[in-house]
């Protein structure tokens, strides 16, 4: 299994960025996928979450497309306490997680 993060970066505050998530070595229109995040010297917390039938939970927008094994979470109105670390999950598995920072 892997999972390969995308999309992280500088942004200011109030603005908008889309993470990517690409999948492999499983039946990804099978399963729920997840985003969460970890900020400096604090514990990793779920941020989003879409089921296999595209049910969607979370604080932001996620998404996915079957076709191409990927989960997209896209982020709106930025605060520079959304600065973290942002790791894609399926079942136990995590990506290696990619920088956002919300700073002017």
């Known amino acids: 299994v892997q999972l390969v993060e995308s999309g992280g970066g500088l942004v200011q505050p109030g603005g908008s960025l889309t993470l990517t998530c690409v999948a492999s070595?499983?039946?990804?229109?099978?399963?729920?996928l997840s985003w969460y995040r970890q900020a400096p010297g604090k514990g990793r917390e779920l941020v989003a979450t879409?089921?296999?039938?595209?049910v969607r939970r979370g604080r932001f927008t996620i998404s996915r497309d079957d076709a191409k094994n990927t989960v997209y979470l896209h982020m709106d109105n930025l605060k520079p306490e959304d600065t973290a670390v942002y790791y894609c999950?399926?079942?136990?598995?995590w990506g290696q997680g990619t920088q956002v920072t919300v700073s002017s």
């Open positions: 879409i089921s296999s039938t595209g």
């Open positions: 070595g499983f039946t990804f229109s099978n399963y729920r």
């Open positions: 999950k399926w079942a136990d598995s």
